[in-house]
């Protein structure tokens, strides 16, 4: 009944979103819209499959850089979010300063970047890096303070220290929050990333789109949009499938059923 439930729902959603294209594709028909407006499905597939050879490098370029800087960002959010989540001095000097840099626009801090390290992947690693930072620490410090007082008070009272508490309850017990996060990181990566390539590289698919938007093809730029949604999507594929099997006692069973 449930296997079923959901191949319902799979198929619905995937002729909802043939249903859209289509729509997209009729409609740009019927009204004459120019492709240097809003090109037709049709047209940004054929550009794929005809320009896939010069694409397949940037995208590998784009890929490689987004992972560096994502990696990077998760061990550094995760390392902060500890002691902002176990310790009350480090929320009070940290956490405003955290909060204060991720309101910074992130198009500001690549020139700064550039100068440091000059054009490049550098660049574009630092910038993705720093833009996944902060819902990672977020969620984590998030996941640390939902520990009942309780329990630990039970722990310390059977001989645990505060690091058996945290190693073997509190970080454990973070685990969903951090899976959690770590779904909107891998996507605002991907921003960081081509944010970086459009304005210091030579290099990736964010390089591909500004160079095709200079020259009015919008097909190509339409083309790059089409690839960083789909990394986008796996990426996330990726992050909900690990969640399930190393979260899945903390999520529900029609949750479960959705991944």
């Not at 991720?102 to 690693?125: D, L, Y």
């Not at 508490?165 to 921003?191: G, Q």
Request: aromatic content about 10%; hydrophobic content about 60%.
């Amino acid at each position: 009944m449930m296997a079923s439930a959901r191949t319902r729902q799979r198929m619905m959603s995937a002729m909802a979103l043939i249903g859209f294209f289509m729509i997209w594709e009729i409609g740009c028909l019927a009204f004459g819209v120019s492709d240097l407006i809003l090109p037709r499905p049709s047209q940004v597939v054929a550009v794929l499959w005809e320009k896939f050879p010069l694409l397949w490098p940037h995208t590998v370029q784009t890929l490689k850089t987004t992972l560096a800087g994502f990696a990077i960002g998760v061990m550094v959010g995760v390392v902060i979010g500890v002691a902002i989540g176990s310790s009350r001095l480090a929320y009070d000097v940290a956490y405003p300063l955290l909060v204060g840099f991720s309101s910074i626009p992130k198009v500001a801090v690549v020139p700064i970047f550039v100068v440091w390290f000059g054009a490049g992947t550098v660049p574009a690693i630092l910038t993705s890096m720093v833009i996944s930072i902060f819902p990672v620490v977020v969620n984590v410090a998030t996941g640390l303070a939902s520990t009942e007082p309780e329990l630990e008070d039970v722990l310390k009272v059977l001989g645990a220290s505060r690091r058996d508490v945290l190693f073997n309850v509190s970080l454990p017990r973070a685990m969903p929050y951090l899976f959690a996060s770590l779904k909107i990181a891998i996507t605002l990566a991907f921003v960081g990333t081509v944010l970086a390539e459009t304005v210091a590289a030579n290099r990736g698919i964010g390089n591909v789109m500004i160079i095709a938007s200079g020259n009015f093809d919008v097909p190509l730029v339409f083309a790059g949009l089409v690839i960083l949604a789909a990394m986008g999507v796996s990426l996330y594929l990726i992050s909900a499938w690990l969640e399930s099997r190393i979260t899945g006692w903390a999520q529900r069973k029609g949750d479960m059923a959705m991944v």
